[in-house]
């Protein structure tokens, strides 16, 4: 490995668990030759006690913004909203790249301070599949949630759990009535997630993939119980649902899970809200007579942020390992170039 400073930031989020660098993957960059400095966390389900064991150095939270200029800034969130020029290469989800709101805000940042933006979406192998994501974690816990919603046994505000407890909460119990599930995106990560939470559920849930909602049948999809959208679109397709949909009276359909959350982007496949539900309000009901109930969490997988910390990590580990320009992250940032050409900014030179 090259020499590389990694600066691991402290997540603003106050419900964000979760982190890209668990300590023991920690330790292997350390001792491949990284310097790793971990902000201090108050949340971060790691203590820093643990990266320090690992041979990293310890900061306080938020003092990335005086990171040495090398430093590579890696996170998973949004950045607070200062410094206005943002000076250092950063790795996370940007979020940034499908006119999504505060989107052009953020790349005008980067421009202003000359920095760069390996968004973590696009880390891709060169067939365009991503390399690093959290999806099967993201669509398990957004069917876990959709079925306690349904059972009426969903507790707010949202507490992080294990899998083994969350697993038992899942499981029915007696007097638990039947119910028909779908799932869109069935075949990918987070579609594989939600099934497998179904499964432990008791459910056996429908399963549509690009055939099926590339020809969709909304009759059928109005006629399940409970639905979780998994897909993550890149390009602009048909609207699954539709606002006149949902007052559809035939309409069976009564808990919502949008595992992408993609509103307020233009190729958003769910146009039927307009603002994401939280910890302290998982569920927001958009109909009353018949009730229909949307669940749209944007960071699901930090409800069991051991567990998709852990995946995570081990999945970006060996892509730390060798940070630099070409490959992966040479097409992170050939994406970061495109996105600030589309919106009408040029990056100052680092």
């Not at 990266?51 to 969130?77: H, I, N, Q, T």
């Not at 996370?92 to 999504?100: L, S, T, V």
């Not at 006629?223 to 606002?243: I, K, Q």
């Not at 307009?274 to 009730?291: C, G, I, N, V």
Request: proline share 8%; with cysteine.
């Amino acid at each position: 490995m090259t020499d590389v400073h990694l600066w691991l930031r402290h997540e603003v989020r106050g419900t964000e668990r979760r982190t890209p660098i668990v300590p023991r993957d920690a330790r292997r960059l350390v001792e491949s030759g990284a310097v790793l400095t971990v902000e201090e966390s108050p949340q971060r389900i790691f203590p820093v006690a643990e990266y320090e064991a690992a041979g990293c150095r310890v900061a306080p939270a938020g003092s990335w913004v005086s990171a040495p200029r090398d430093a590579v800034v890696v996170g998973l969130k949004e950045l607070p909203d200062e410094p206005a020029g943002l000076t250092h290469r950063h790795v996370f989800f940007g979020h940034a790249y499908k006119r999504q709101p505060g989107a052009a805000d953020l790349l005008r940042r980067f421009a202003a301070g000359g920095g760069r933006l390996y968004d973590l979406e696009y880390l891709v192998d060169d067939t365009g599949r991503r390399l690093t994501a959290f999806g099967f974690w993201a669509g398990y816990l957004g069917a876990a949630l959709t079925v306690l919603r349904h059972r009426g046994r969903l507790a707010a505000p949202l507490t992080p759990t294990t899998r083994d407890e969350l697993d038992q909460a899942l499981r029915p119990a007696a007097g638990d009535a039947e119910f028909t599930a779908l799932v869109t995106g069935a075949l990918g990560r987070s579609g594989r997630g939600a099934r497998t939470a179904f499964t432990v559920a008791g459910v056996e849930p429908t399963a549509w993939d690009l055939a099926e909602t590339g020809n969709l049948d909304r009759r059928a999809l109005l006629g399940h119980d409970v639905m979780v959208n998994a897909v993550l679109a890149t390009s602009p397709v048909p609207p699954f649902l539709r606002e006149r949909d949902l007052d559809d009276p035939a309409r069976r359909l009564r808990t919502l899970c949008d595992v992408t959350c993609d509103v307020g982007s233009p190729l958003n496949v769910l146009p039927v809200y307009d603002r994401t539900t939280d910890w302290d309000e998982p569920a927001r009901r958009l109909r009353e007579d018949p009730p229909l109930d949307l669940i749209a969490i944007d960071n699901l997988p930090s409800l069991l942020p051991e567990e998709s910390s852990t995946d995570f990590s081990a999945a970006l580990l060996p892509l730390l390992l060798e940070f630099g320009v070409g490959g992966p992250w040479g097409r992170c940032l050939d994406r970061f170039h495109q996105a600030c050409r589309e919106l009408g900014v040029e990056p100052r030179e680092a």
